[in-house]
């Protein structure tokens, strides 16, 4: 069984600053991509940003110059550092991993952590 527990989510006024973080543990053989997901209320999830194995990195034009996502493959651990955050940012946080279970590939979610950007 694979498990991913995010945390780091709260409120923060315009302008601020968090880091999300999302440790992944189980029977776990290897991690390909790492990602986070935001769902804001009303609005499909999107795809915030993205870390190979390799440190290959890919974000949303949104969040562009504001977020910075790292990974510790020691740790199995994806981060997300965001900053100037903007109320447009408000939206529950989703990790994700593609990784492989035992000898399967697998896509597994995390349960979500809600951000909240105050104006």
């Known amino acids: 069984q694979v498990q991913l527990v995010a945390s780091g989510g709260g409120l923060v006024q315009a302008g601020g600053s968090l880091r999300l973080s999302c440790a992944a543990s189980g029977s776990i053989s290897s991690i390909n991509v790492m990602g986070w997901y935001r769902q804001a209320p009303g609005k499909q999830r999107e795809l915030v940003a993205r870390i190979t194995s390799g440190d290959s990195t890919s974000y949303a034009d949104s969040v562009k110059g504001r977020f910075t996502i790292s990974r510790n493959n020691a740790k199995d651990t994806v981060y997300l550092q965001m900053n100037s955050l903007k109320p447009e940012d408000t939206a529950v946080y989703y990790c994700?991993?593609?990784?492989?279970?035992?000898?399967?590939?697998?896509?597994?979610w995390g349960q979500g952590t809600q951000v909240t950007v105050s104006s």
């Open positions: 994700n991993a593609d990784l492989t279970y035992r000898t399967y590939p697998i896509r597994t």
